[in-house]
């Protein structure tokens, strides 16, 4: 059984950061990206930042330059480090891993979600 487990959200003033961790306990396909994204309430889901196996990087233009991702493949565990945060970050944040939509879509062809994390930046 897959489960991945999700930490680190939480709340945070404009200009301040968080470290999101999302740990695969399961038994993934290795060749599986893993990866964030986000949905405030009333907007779209949006795919924040992947990593492939090989280290492959993907960021949305509105986190570019303020989130990095990167991962520990021996703990299984991806990390989205976050900086400047804004108020417009606050969202639900999901982990997936699998394989990814297209074009930066937010969905999986295949693979599995987490449960989600909160992130709340306040101005």
């Known amino acids: 059984e897959v489960r991945l487990v999700e930490s680190g959200g939480g709340s945070v003033q404009t200009g301040g950061s968080l470290r999101l961790s999302c740990t695969d306990d399961?038994?993934?396909?290795?060749?599986?990206?893993m990866g964030w994204t986000r949905q405030a309430p009333g907007n779209e889901c949006e795919l924040v930042s992947t990593?492939?196996?090989?280290?492959?990087?993907y960021y949305s233009n509105s986190v570019r330059g303020r989130f990095t991702i990167s991962q520990d493949n021996a703990k299984k565990t991806v990390y989205l480090q976050m900086n400047r945060l804004k108020p417009e970050d606050t969202a639900v944040y999901h982990c997936?891993?699998?394989?990814?939509?297209?074009?930066?879509?937010?969905?999986?062809?295949?693979?599995?979600w987490g449960q989600g994390t909160q992130v709340t930046v306040s101005s």
């Open positions: 997936a891993a699998g394989v990814f939509g297209g074009s930066g879509e937010c969905r999986l062809i295949e693979g599995y």
């Open positions: 399961g038994f993934t396909r290795s060749d599986f990206a």
């Open positions: 990593i492939s196996h090989d280290g492959t990087t």
